[in-house]
C-alpha cells in the first residue's frame, strides 16, 4: 500500500505543515476570482461609493472571522475539513458538509470555466477567418 501524503485520515504532522506565506497566496488566488470580480463590479456600479465600501467592509469583516476560527482550529488540530466534520458529525453524518463543499467546488470552477469559455467562444466568432 503507497503511503499517504494528502494525510486524509490523520492530523498532518507539524513538519509538514505549510507556512502563512505560502497559505495567503492559496487564499489571494481564491478571491481573485472572475465571478468575484464580476460581482465586485456588479456592486461598484450599483451602490454609491459609500455604500460600496461599507458592504466591502463588513462581508470582509464577516468572512475574516470566519475564516480565522476556522483557521485557528485547523492550526491547532492538524485536520482537514473532512477530517473534522467526521470528528463534529461522526461517519455517517459528515456526508453533509462534503456534499456541500463538493457542491461548491463544482460551482465554483463550473461559473469559472463558463466565464472564460464564452468570451473565447465570442473572440472565436470574430476572428477574421470566420468573416470570409
Not at 470555466?113 to 477574421?128: C, E, H, I, N, Y
Request: net charge positive; proline share 3%.
Amino acid at each position: 500500500m503507497s503511503a499517504d501524503n494528502n494525510y486524509s485520515l490523520g492530523p498532518v504532522p507539524k513538519s509538514a505543515r505549510k507556512g502563512v506565506a505560502s497559505l495567503t497566496m492559496v487564499m489571494l488566488g481564491l478571491t481573485f476570482f472572475s465571478a468575484s470580480m464580476w460581482t465586485g463590479g456588479s456592486l461598484g456600479t450599483g451602490l454609491s461609493f459609500n455604500d460600496f465600501f461599507l458592504a466591502v467592509l463588513i462581508g470582509n469583516l464577516i468572512l475574516g472571522i470566519y475564516t480565522s476560527f476556522l483557521g485557528y482550529i485547523g492550526a491547532s488540530t492538524g485536520l482537514s475539513t473532512h477530517l473534522l466534520a467526521r470528528f463534529s458529525f461522526g461517519s455517517k453524518g459528515s456526508w453533509l458538509p462534503s456534499v456541500l463543499l463538493g457542491g461548491t467546488q463544482v460551482g465554483w470552477f463550473g461559473v469559472g470555466v463558463a466565464m472564460f469559455a464564452s468570451q473565447f467562444k465570442k473572440r472565436r466568432a470574430l476572428t477574421p477567418t470566420s468573416l470570409s
